[in-house]
């Protein structure tokens, strides 16, 4: 490894002191800096973060409009999606042994010239497989940025909320997803997503400039890359990729589809080949021994299963106002309410942060999504938005608050067990929140459709004319469209289509609310699992991440001296 004091003993004239110098190779030293450049830290912190979670939230937020921007069809539409996730849920792994081994200044270059690059190809519309490839770069990036985001923050903060930045930094990336919902009504003109891509070119270059103007401090290097890692990296490309593919393509094109089967051989041996490699090497990118003990297991599934209950929103609500006609101008006011709901989740679990009890807001968070999706059961035809800004707030503030310490978690537990534990854990925790939340909105859309069917077939069976309550509504449609058409027996088909319809409104509600149900029942399994361990730990006075708190005190206290 190369000597700390070597690369950053003294920069403009200024010598770090020991506590200023940076706790990883590849992070920024942290000098203490005026209040003014602090501010501007944390500011720039903030912005960075929002930039990174709006690469994927304005394609989520604008789909439909995209789909007729470049004459796509769903299955195409759905490739985007892949592409984005194949590199967002992969590169983290990479880009930390790239800012190990080139430095913090170069990876923050090549980092915003990607984002510029993708946001520009994206502008100028040159049509659907540079867009493919543009969305793949921006993953990149959107990855990029959210280590960026982390630095600025810490850079910003104080040194007891230091730790924070990665709470809030997470948050923000969470903040992104209704934000860009609540915007993108007032950028889409006719439909027309040039608008949207214009704005976002232009937060690349504000990015961009920000970067520049106020550059992160150097920070320490070591050689780190391997000639092993070409094929480890590449396989665990691969088999992410084939599993993204596997679960977005499988949600639009249905799960029988011949090709899913083999998507998902290619990610088992993917994946597979990358965990054989890193299983007999030397010096491992991801230590199986570690990643394989009880507690990172436990960890990584509290995670991934969060990810999957919080899914509730993302397709849940959301899709229940697509069934019932809702589009995003009339939902704007609805995002508002979950950015609001976000970002107090995010602020409170950043300061409320309490790493000798790092469950109990878990806990906390997982009860508040098991109530508010029992409450979402009550919903029908004439629920509006309005209706479930309470409970859906309740999510948007659990989903940030619960991320926060399970992060803190997995990075105390790598930290005691040493650097080379970092990226493990990284990989590992990207993995399950990327594909945790492509799983749970692809497990509950196939519940859904299933339950839909289920509701048709029950309202089929008393679609009859001797139901008496259909004889009249049928006689009610007919009345109502006897001024719009004199034909009687187009009257009577417009009549019979609207009777239709409102059944598959009906029948769209009915499993929908199966799918809160679910989720309720699943978050109350949840915390019963994860409450029992904790109860007896505190019985017991035992503390599980007490030999972790006594490494992080005693590396702490080296570094005030």
């Known amino acids: 490894m190369t000597d700390r004091g070597a690369l950053i003993d003294e920069v403009d004239g200024y010598r770090f002191k020991p506590h200023e110098m940076p706790i990883l190779p590849g992070s920024p030293a942290n000098p203490d800096h005026p209040p003014a450049r602090r501010a501007a830290y944390l500011a720039i912190g903030l912005f960075m973060g929002l930039v990174g979670g709006a690469q994927n939230g304005f394609l989520l937020a604008n789909t439909a409009a995209l789909q007729a921007e470049f004459a796509l069809t769903p299955v195409e539409a759905g490739w985007l999606t892949v592409a984005f996730y194949s590199t967002y849920a992969t590169m983290s792994m990479l880009l930390f042994r790239v800012r190990q081994e080139l430095g913090i200044q170069p990876f923050v270059r090549w980092a915003m010239a990607g984002l510029v690059a993708a946001n520009f190809v994206q502008m100028i519309e040159p049509g659907y497989y540079p867009e493919l490839a543009a969305r793949a770069v921006a993953g990149i990036t959107a990855s990029g940025l959210s280590a960026l985001s982390i630095y600025y923050l810490m850079q910003g903060l104080p040194a007891k909320l230091r730790v924070g930045g990665l709470v809030i930094s997470l948050g923000l990336a969470q903040?992104?997803?209704?934000?860009?919902?609540?915007?993108?009504?007032?950028?889409?003109?006719?439909?027309?997503?040039?608008?949207?891509?214009?704005?976002?070119?232009?937060?690349?270059?504000?990015?961009?400039?920000?970067?520049?103007?106020?550059?992160?401090?150097?920070?320490?290097?070591?050689?780190?890359?391997?000639?092993?890692?070409?094929?480890?990296?590449?396989?665990?490309?691969?088999?992410?990729?084939?599993?993204?593919?596997?679960?977005?393509?499988?949600?639009?094109?249905?799960?029988?589809?011949?090709?899913?089967?083999?998507?998902?051989?290619?990610?088992?041996?993917?994946?597979?080949?990358?965990?054989?490699?890193?299983?007999?090497?030397?010096?491992?990118?991801?230590?199986?021994?570690?990643?394989?003990?009880?507690?990172?297991?436990?960890?990584?599934?509290?995670?991934?299963?969060?990810?999957?209950?919080?899914?509730?929103?993302?397709?849940?609500?959301?899709?229940?106002?697509a069934a019932l006609g809702y589009g995003n101008e009339q939902l704007t006011g609805y995002f508002w309410v979950l950015a609001g709901a976000t970002f107090a989740g995010m602020a409170l679990s950043a300061l409320r942060l309490d790493p000798k009890d790092l469950t109990r807001p878990v806990l906390f968070a997982v009860a508040v999504i098991c109530l508010a999706a029992f409450a979402d059961t009550r919903t029908g035809v004439l629920t509006r938005p309005q209706d479930l800004y309470l409970t859906q707030a309740a999510i948007a503030f659990a989903a940030v608050f619960a991320m926060g310490p399970i992060m803190m978690e997995g990075m105390l537990r790598a930290l005691a067990a040493g650097q080379s534990f970092v990226i493990s854990f990284i990989a590992i925790f990207s993995l399950s929140q990327s594909v945790g939340g492509l799983a749970g909105i692809s497990l509950l859309s196939a519940f859904q459709a299933v339950r839909l069917k289920t509701h048709l077939i029950d309202a089929g069976s008393t679609l009859t004319l001797s139901n008496i309550p259909l004889g009249q509504a049928l006689a009610d449609a007919?009345?109502?469209?006897?001024?719009?058409?004199?034909?009687?027996?187009?009257?009577?088909?417009?009549?019979?289509?609207?009777?239709?319809?409102?059944?598959?409104?009906?029948?769209?509600?009915?499993?929908?609310?199966?799918?809160?149900?679910?989720?309720?029942?699943?978050?109350?399994?949840?915390?019963?699992?994860?409450?029992?361990?904790?109860?007896?730990?505190?019985?017991?006075?035992?503390?599980?991440?007490?030999?972790?708190?006594?490494?992080?005190?005693?590396?702490?206290?080296?570094?005030?001296?």
Not at 307 to 317: M, P
């Open 175 to 321: 903040i992104a997803f209704p934000l860009t919902r609540a915007l993108s009504p007032s950028l889409l003109v006719d439909g027309d997503m040039s608008r949207v891509f214009q704005f976002q070119f232009a937060l690349s270059l504000l990015s961009l400039g920000f970067v520049h103007l106020l550059r992160l401090p150097p920070g320490v290097r070591k050689q780190t890359f391997e000639p092993l890692d070409i094929p480890s990296i590449t396989l665990f490309v691969i088999g992410v990729s084939a599993l993204c593919a596997f679960l977005i393509q499988g949600r639009i094109q249905w799960w029988d589809t011949p090709w899913l089967g083999y998507a998902l051989i290619v990610a088992i041996l993917g994946l597979g080949g990358c965990l054989l490699i890193e299983a007999n090497r030397r010096s491992p990118m991801l230590d199986l021994s570690w990643l394989s003990s009880r507690a990172i297991l436990s960890l990584a599934a509290i995670g991934a299963t969060v990810r999957i209950l919080v899914a509730e929103q993302g397709f849940g609500a959301s899709g229940m106002f």
């Open 478 to 561: 007919v009345q109502r469209t006897a001024s719009l058409q004199s034909d009687p027996v187009l009257r009577q088909q417009a009549a019979a289509s609207s009777i239709s319809q409102e059944v598959g409104r009906e029948a769209a509600v009915l499993a929908f609310n199966d799918v809160f149900f679910l989720i309720g029942t699943l978050s109350a399994a949840t915390f019963a699992i994860v409450f029992v361990p904790w109860l007896i730990n505190k019985i017991r006075g035992r503390n599980p991440l007490a030999r972790e708190l006594a490494f992080m005190e005693a590396m702490l206290a080296r570094t005030r001296q």
